[in-house]
C-alpha cells in the first residue's frame, strides 16, 4: 500500500472531490505540475489558492481567491 500524499496533479475533479482530512484545521494540495502551487482547504469550508516560494531571507506565500469557475488550468498560467 502506498501512503498517501498531499502532492498531486490538480485537476478540476480533484479539486471539486477534495476533502479536509478529519481533525485537521487547514490542509494543501500541493500541485506537482507547477511547484509552489496548491489549494488551501480550511475547516471552515473555505479555499484559496496560495503560491508558495521562497527568496532571500525566507518563505513567502500568496494567496489568492478561490473560484470554482477559474479552471486549474487557468490557475497555473496565471502563476507564471
Not at 9 to 37: C, E, F, M, S, W
Not at 38 to 59: D, E, H, N
Request: no cysteine.
Amino acid at each position: 500500500m502506498t501512503e498517501p500524499t498531499n502532492q498531486l496533479t490538480l485537476t478540476d475533479a480533484v479539486i471539486r472531490n477534495a476533502a479536509l482530512p478529519l481533525g485537521k484545521a487547514q490542509h494543501y494540495l500541493h500541485d506537482d505540475k507547477l511547484p509552489g502551487l496548491a489549494l488551501r482547504m480550511r475547516a471552515t469550508g473555505g479555499r484559496t489558492w496560495v503560491y508558495l516560494f521562497t527568496k532571500p531571507g525566507g518563505r513567502l506565500r500568496l494567496t489568492t481567491f478561490f473560484s470554482q469557475s477559474i479552471r486549474t488550468k487557468k490557475m497555473r498560467l496565471m502563476q507564471h
